[in-house]
């Protein structure tokens, strides 16, 4: 796990508590950061707070507070029909990134490939995995 010091001392929430927002959250609390997890799901939410990420009803909370919303890929997000939550943090200024903005600022000297999609996404990755191996940049 990547602690995310950059956030040390700020309150971040994170909304859609999958295994992404799980991860997410537990190294945002290992940074030092104040974390608000949430999800619409009872079951994520229990999941993700025995994972040990605290959980703070994000409908109702106070976004004077929050400077960062951390969004699972499964939340609808765009500037049409975002997720309620989403829509608040934006009215206030709040910024909203994911998983992967996280990352880059954790290690931002690395260098990053991305690999996404549902079909063949996992082949693809083995073979650049395998191409990096071989010519020495992984």
Known sequence: MIPLYPFAGWTVAVLG???AGIAAGRALVVGEA?????????????????A?????DLATANWSE???????????????APHPVVARAR????????????????????LYLGV??????????????????VTGGA
């Open 116 to 133: 996404t999609g549902v079909t063949g996404s996992a082949e693809t990755a083995r073979l650049l995995g395998h191409l990096l191996s």
């Open 66 to 80: 929050p400077v960062t919303l951390v969004v699972s890929t499964a939340v609808p997000h765009g500037a049409e």
């Open 17 to 19: 508590l999958d295994a």
């Open 91 to 110: 009215a206030v200024q709040c910024e909203v990134i994911n998983d992967i903005e996280l990352l880059a600022r954790a290690r931002p000297q690395a």
């Open 52 to 56: 040990g990420v605290p959980i703070h």
């Open 34 to 50: 104040t974390v608000w997890g949430w999800d619409d799901d009872p079951a994520r939410r229990a999941a993700a707070e025995a």
